[in-house]
């Protein structure tokens, strides 16, 4: 794993409040005939209930999001890899997506654009607030070639009393059969 983005990922809560001052929704600064050997992010766009915004209000468990990544990278290099993580305001790292870890290949054009999109259906994150962040890696998810922190963030509102941090992980009740004293085991 990139060591750049495990160590975002293990960073301790003291130095983790990420900085909102690098918000990028249109990453269009980047000059369009990239360098030879990099890649670089174009443009990231969230999603919520078919609205596209950077600040997106959803219900916990009924809402999903989209997130549109487009990269433009040397293609004379390997096809580079996606990855997204779900951060809490205080910085803690709840959730992530990597393209290598679900064994998706990312595909580009003879140019080395891409662009693809990454679904998450009926949020489980309970009520509070959460930033995205998302990386652009190489082949292999080692190497770092950019990152957009704190892209977009979603406002979770919620139905139900549940209580928790931050997410209700899947889960099923069942009834038992209980014996009563009239049952006799055979």
């Known amino acids: 794993m990139v060591s750049a983005y495990q160590a975002f990922l293990d960073q301790s809560i003291t130095n983790s409040i990420p900085e909102t001052s690098n918000i990028r929704t249109d990453i269009t600064a980047f000059d369009r005939n990239h360098t030879s050997g ?18 997106a209000i959803i219900t916990s468990g009924q809402s999903g999001i989209t997130l549109w990544v487009t990269f433009a990278s040397d293609p004379s290099l390997p096809c580079p890899n996606v990855a997204m993580t779900i951060q809490a305001k205080d910085g803690r790292t709840i959730t992530s997506a990597a393209t290598w870890e679900d064994q998706f290949s990312v595909q580009r054009n003879f140019e080395g654009y891409g662009q693809i999109c990454l679904r998450l259906d009926q949020m489980p994150l309970l ?31 919620q139905i139900s009393r549940l209580q928790g941090i931050f997410f209700q992980f899947p889960h099923q009740w069942e009834n038992n059969h ?9």
């Open 38 to 55: 990099s890649a670089h992010l174009e443009k990231v766009k969230l999603l919520a209930n078919e609205i596209n915004t950077q600040h």
């Open 127 to 157: 009520r509070g607030e959460y930033q995205i962040n998302v990386y652009l890696l190489c082949e292999r998810g080692i190497h770092l070639y950019d990152a957009a922190e704190s892209v977009a963030t979603l406002q979770v509102k």
């Open 178 to 186: 209980i014996s009563t004293h009239n049952d006799q085991d055979s």
